[in-house]
């Protein structure tokens, strides 16, 4: 096939797949509004490659600065990338989700957990359900 035919079969045959994707995570939500990037500069070699995977594969179906501003205990996140992985089309290989869990558990004692007034809580079930039921 000529090249350029190529790539517009390819983006007619995935805009939708992403647009599908990113539909699931469109409610807005407070923590989407914070920064949406850490400075890693003194973070160990192996939560500088964990946050390039993070960055990566967290920012498909939300803002990245939603769980960047988002408080929980090691335990929870380890719950909630189980529950993001799951996820339809999350992509995110259980490999890629071990290392996301490792900066996480990382960026949580080393940022979050020294200053938990700058970050938010995260939402129950019930107040993510209001809050799409108020945007819809
Ligand atoms: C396939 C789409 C998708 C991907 C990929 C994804 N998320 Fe989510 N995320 C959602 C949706 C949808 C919600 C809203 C709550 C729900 O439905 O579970 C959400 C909510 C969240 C929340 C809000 C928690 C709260 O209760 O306030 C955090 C934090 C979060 N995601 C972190 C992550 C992390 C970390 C990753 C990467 C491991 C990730 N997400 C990847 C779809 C996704």
């Known amino acids: 096939m000529h090249k350029a035919l190529a790539i517009v079969a390819f983006a007619g ?5 992403i647009l599908a994707a990113q539909s699931s995570g469109n409610v807005a939500l407070p923590q989407d509004k914070g920064p949406a990037k850490i400075d890693i500069s003194a973070y160990p070699a ?5 946050y390039k995977v993070f960055v990566d594969k967290c920012a498909k179906c ?21 529950r993001m992985m799951h996820k339809p089309n999350s992509g995110i290989s259980d ?5 996301i869990f490792d900066f ?18 995260s939402l ?7 809050l799409k039921a108020a945007q819809h």
């Open 62 to 82: 939300h803002t990245i600065a939603r769980p960047i501003n988002t408080t929980m205990t090691k335990d929870e996140w380890e719950r909630y990338v189980k």
């Open 124 to 130: 129950s079930d019930d107040e993510i359900e209001k």
């Open 95 to 99: 490999t890629q989700g071990k290392t």
């Open 13 to 17: 045959l995935t805009l939708p797949l």
């Open 104 to 121: 996480l558990a990382y960026d949580q004692a080393t940022r979050k957990d020294k200053n938990p007034s700058a970050f938010s809580k």
């Open 46 to 50: 192996a939560q500088q490659q964990g």
